[in-house]
């Protein structure tokens, strides 16, 4: 029965060559996510000794914009991967030894874990959470057991992988079928080999009188039903240029008119730009709008308050820079505030003093933000006052914002309250 299984299943795309085709693309998609990710996490939750790069300004819209766009490419990679070996399932006997045991085990759960990963992570690009547990924390962890888990299956398939790496052994049979078969000695041995190069999975026979009797009955004619490998690899690359092109847009200016799927869409929004958490949702429409609203700035024993209007008296400075959010989405916007460099020196902060920012909010992840001595004496981070020339918007964080190059939008912290000086 299993090989019956194993044998209606068996197609021109499901054999080895096409496994490590698929493998190879979606293994480089994996390690860019994670990768990527990383280089996120670490921005949210730096260690003390780490420093990031500010330039380019776009350096995170186009780091975090390529984590969403290869996540959502596993997908049909994923897929076609499954698809190919599937008929594996049906291996007869299932367990050879305790170590075949702990292969397909490995394998079970990369899986597994794989189409969690790439699930959630979908899911929150639409801030949709339908789990019980904190999805920064668990995505984060997962990411590192993928990895671990796909070391070890490069190492455990490692001897086909070499194998069927490349084409070569295709062509080379096929020179050898034009000049023709020899009875010279080996050429047995080299026609099974060629023949379990480029064997269907679903189609190896038992040995002994077993297998030449299923032989004997594999030799009735059928129709063929099976789908070419050019087809199938057709397939998989529309599936992904769909998938891909119909969301890329919400980070790619050029893709946007394709943005079908994406969460958010370049232009819409307050000021023409975006929202995703809003002052209702933070509990600040009151606190915001509150006539006595100051802004505080603290170093070293030194304290000093602002006003709205004081802040529009200082030397403003205008900058274009990104809100690139963990989502994918981003939005190109100009800015107009006061440098952050120059308050921090009215209160004599030092030049490689990190900075504490906090919200107006109450509650929240991050409602309270580290701001590292890079993006601290950056001439391009702003208190943002305006944003696309007109009076920052309640919901984009007025009354004053944080804007810096290539952070997180979920550090650019909205409805500031307070900015304190860190000493090491």
């Known amino acids: 029965m299993m090989y019956e299984a194993q044998r209606s299943l068996a197609t021109p795309s499901r054999n080895p060559r096409m496994a490590v085709v698929i493998g190879r693309l979606l293994g480089v998609a994996f390690i860019v996510c994670f990768g990527t990710g990383v280089y996120s996490h670490f921005l949210q939750e730096p260690l003390p000794w780490m420093r990031f ?7 995170y ?8 766009v290869a996540g959502i490419a596993c997908f049909p990679l994923l897929l076609a ?5 599937f008929p594996e399932l049906f291996a007869s006997p299932p367990v050879k030894s305790f170590l075949h045991l702990l292969e397909r085990a490995s394998i079970a759960l990369f899986v597994g874990a794989s ?106 004619p059928a129709a063929p039903t099976s789908v070419s490998r050019r087809g199938f690899l057709t397939a998989v690359g529309i599936a992904g240029a769909a998938v891909v ?16 799927f994406g969460p958010r869409k370049k232009g819409v929004g307050q000021q023409g730009v975006p929202v995703n958490r809003t002052a209702q949702k933070a509990g600040v429409t009151a606190s915001a709008t509150a006539a006595g609203w100051a802004l505080t700035l603290a170093a070293g024993g030194v304290e000093r308050s602002f006003s709205r209007a004081e802040l529009e008296a200082m030397p403003q400075t205008e900058v ?23 308050l921090a020196d009215l209160v004599d902060a030092d030049p490689d003093a990190s900075f504490r920012l906090t919200s107006l909010e109450q509650r929240g992840s991050f409602r309270r933000t580290q701001m590292g001595p890079e993006y601290v ?24 914002r944080m804007i810096a190059p290539g952070r997180p939008g979920v550090l650019q912290t909205k409805w500031l309250s307070r900015i304190e000086a860190i000493t090491a």
Do not use: M
């Not at 991967?81 to 070996?85: A, F, G, W």
């Not at 092109?245 to 079908?260: H, R």
């Open 53 to 59: 790069p500010t330039r380019p300004a776009l350096l």
């Open 61 to 68: 819209q186009f780091s975090q914009g390529t984590h969403i």
């Open 81 to 85: 991967k499954l698809y190919i070996v």
């Open 115 to 220: 189409l969690v990963q790439i699930t959630i992570g979908l899911l929150n690009t639409y801030q949709w959470y339908p789990w019980p547990f904190p999805f920064r924390e668990v995505h984060y962890a997962l990411g590192w057991v993928l990895v671990g888990l796909l070391v070890l299956h490069i190492g455990i398939k490692l001897p086909i992988i070499t194998r069927f790496w490349s084409a070569r052994h295709e062509a080379e049979r096929e020179a050898t079928d034009a000049a023709g078969a020899t009875e010279a000695p080996g050429a047995a041995d080299a026609e099974a080999a060629r023949l379990e190069a480029v064997r269907l999975w679903g189609s190896r026979r038992p040995s002994g009188v077993t297998g030449r009797l299923l032989a004997w009955i594999d030799a009735t």
């Open 245 to 260: 092109g119909l969301t890329a847009g919400q980070t790619f200016a050029p893709l946007d008119a394709l943005n079908v």
């Open 320 to 342: 274009e820079l990104p809100i690139a959010c963990v989502e994918g989405w981003s939005q190109l916007a100009v800015w107009r505030g006061v440098r952050l460099r120059d």
């Open 377 to 400: 004496r950056d001439p391009l981070t702003l208190v943002a006052l305006e944003l696309n020339g007109e009076t920052l918007d309640l919901q984009h964080g007025y009354p004053a």
